[in-house]
């Protein structure tokens, strides 16, 4: 295995036995890592587009390897996600955004929303919708403030109409994350009570540039029009994909264009007007 200060790169490395090694590590490592306050969530702004005020924050999880430094979540959701240690991670990402939910309501005195990932593994467990209800309601924030981003996972249907159909009762919202990326997006919007479309970031990417980027975004917001879904634009990086977005009549974005994920303490900053996006 070859270290190089900063253990991470060799997750990237191309030697495969050295890669695998490491997950193996890591993968271990995780399972730890709740009890050792070794986790993190950071919130991303969710902004009106034309007038950059904050409508919602994604929860999106941090998590410092006490050796390592920070592990990227696309090298440790997957893993999380091998061994199960997805379930109780994913309950303790909803709690902690529930609780900065009350605290920006008390706080900030505007009304936000947070949006939290759900990973396909979460959707599987039996008891899933009464366990994420229970936490929601522990945290007495409104369950229509609360909205679940799903990603479309074609093995799911059967499972998950359910608690899928449970939570949308209750008032909790969905999000299609990473629209357009995979073979049934469309499909799944017939049973899945989806209430917003997030446009994946490779098409934001050329929206002002690209003719096919900016036809597949037209696309998807006529499919949201028809249907009755709000559209948020994922991955915004520039002032003309903000003004393609806006011209198009997409309402709402994200990006590092309008903000990067902030700690807890600068989300509520933003909110109480302490500084702006
Ligand atoms: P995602 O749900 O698609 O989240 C958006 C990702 O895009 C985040 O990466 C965010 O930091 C990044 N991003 C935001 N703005 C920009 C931008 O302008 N340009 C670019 N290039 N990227 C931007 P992050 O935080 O590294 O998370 C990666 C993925 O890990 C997420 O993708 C999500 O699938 C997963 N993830 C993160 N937190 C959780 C969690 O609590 N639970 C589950 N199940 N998955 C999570
Ligand atoms: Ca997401
Ligand atoms: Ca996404
Ligand atoms: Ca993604």
Redesign the pocket.
Known sequence: AKERGLGLIEVFDDDASSRSLDRLGLRSDLLGALEGDQFA?HY?PICDLGSGQVVAF????RWTHPRRGPV???VF?PLAEETGA?VPI?HW?LERSCRELARWGTGGGRRVRVN????PV?LQQPDLAHELLDIVRRSGVDPGDVCL?VTEHSYLRDDVTESAAVLRSAGLHFAL??FGTSYSSLNYLKWFPIDLLKVD?SFVGGVAANDTDRGIVRAVLAIADSLRLGVIA????TEEQRSALRGLGCAWG????LS??LTPDAALDLLAGRHSV
């Open positions: 969530v991303q994604e929860a999106l999880l990227p979540p696309d959701i997805i994913g990402v939290v990932n759900l990973s979460q981003e994350d990473d970031r994922e991955g915004v990086e994200q990006g590092n264009l990067a994920p």
